[in-house]
């Protein structure tokens, strides 16, 4: 099982970016994605999770109508638009796979993209 | 949203040592409670889930109990590489998923 993020970096607040990322060495479509991050120095968050089919959508409050998850099971891929970014959203974003098809449970990480927000 | 709180805040011990560390829900969260430890640089890696279940190529010296709003995470004898941050994690309330603020065992 291998997950790689891509596509972070220093942005303005206010300004958008997209992390992807491309899963590999399992089903992917088999099972329920997730985005967790953490801020520097500090505990983890749950961001965003998708199940399977896309059937199943879910957002922290701190992110619902700002980011959008995505995934592309022809691509073996998941991704998070995150729009309007502000500086709490300052934190390492990893990608997790789910031990189900839509359960929250993170069995597989990535090693992470890290996402700053400043002026 | 279930607020989860792990103690203690951190947990200083001597290889060969037992850890016990806790976590507790504001709420139950009947057996839908898992523990995931991080290594310093690392990602967090999946320990036990339903409160119970060693996840795969999990170390057998690492135990949980628990259900509804109480739980332990037991480390029978720590080794050197078991130095590390555990966090609680529960998933009965989608889509508030929510996380303890962990607890560092250290040396």
């Known amino acids: 099982v291998q997950l790689v993020e891509s596509g972070g970096g220093m942005v303005q607040p206010g300004r958008s970016l997209r992390l992807s990322c491309a899963a590999s060495g399992f089903t992917f479509d088999d099972y329920a994605m997730h985005w967790v991050r953490q801020a520097p120095g500090k505990g983890l968050e749950w961001v965003s999770g998708i199940s399977w089919n896309s059937g199943t959508i879910g957002y922290a409050d701190t992110v619902k109508g700002r980011f959008t998850i995505s995934r592309d099971n022809a691509k073996n891929s998941l991704y998070l638009q995150m729009n309007s970014l502000r500086a709490e959203d300052t934190a390492f974003y990893y990608c997790?796979?789910?031990?189900?098809?839509?359960?929250?449970?993170?069995?597989?990480w990535g090693p992470g993209t890290p996402v700053t927000v400043s002026s | 949203e279930i607020v989860l709180t792990q103690s203690p805040a951190t947990l200083s011990l001597s290889p060969g040592e037992r850890a016990t560390l806790s976590c507790r829900a504001s709420q139950s969260v009947s057996s839908y409670l898992a523990w995931y430890q991080q290594k310093p640089g690392q990602a967090p890696r999946l320990l036990i889930y339903d409160a119970s279940q060693r996840a795969t190529g999990i170390p057998a010296r690492f135990s949980g109990s628990g259900s509804g709003t109480d739980f332990t995470l037991t480390i029978s004898s720590l080794e050197p590489e078991d130095f590390a941050v555990y966090y609680c994690?529960?998933?009965?309330?989608?889509?508030?998923?929510?996380f303890g603020p962990g607890t560092k065992v250290d040396v």
């Open positions: 997790t796979k789910s031990r189900g098809p839509v359960a929250a449970l993170f069995d597989r």
């Open positions: 994690q529960q998933r009965i309330d989608w889509p508030a998923i929510t």
